[in-house]
């Protein structure tokens, strides 16, 4: 039964990071919008922040999917680190970077930064 919930946690990790990747990498214009808010708070170009995080959305999924399918502790542990370093970043911006914070992000970013503990505790070296 762990085993099962390990993996739906892997699931649900690689799902929505490769959900809110997609379209910063695209250039969708609600993914846009957003990030020209945090050009104006950040004094950082929009466009390379939006593909930077795009492009480290993907690869921390990537990080996620091989340690799903290689069971290799380290990477696991170094995947969830960076999950909750990318969580507590994306709430930061969200309350600090934002004029007004988008509840459903926070409350997405909240359940990652949980699931990244959970599987931090439950990694055995």
Request: glycine share 4%.
């Amino acid at each position: 039964m762990k085993n099962i919930k390990d993996q739906i946690i892997n699931i649900i990790a690689i799902g929505l990071m490769t959900f809110f990747a997609i379209p910063k990498l695209l250039g969708k214009p609600q993914s846009v919008a957003g990030f020209n808010q945090f050009e104006k708070a950040l004094y950082i170009d929009a466009d390379f922040f939006r593909i930077f995080t795009g492009i480290s959305e993907i690869g921390l999924a990537l990080l996620i999917l091989f340690f799903a399918i290689q069971k290799n502790k380290t990477i696991g542990k170094i995947a969830y680190t960076l999950l909750l370093i990318t969580m507590i970043t994306a709430l930061s911006l969200e309350f600090f970077a934002r004029p007004e914070p988008k509840i459903v992000l926070v409350i997405i970013a909240v359940i990652l930064a949980l699931l990244a503990i959970y599987k931090l505790k439950n990694i055995k070296q």
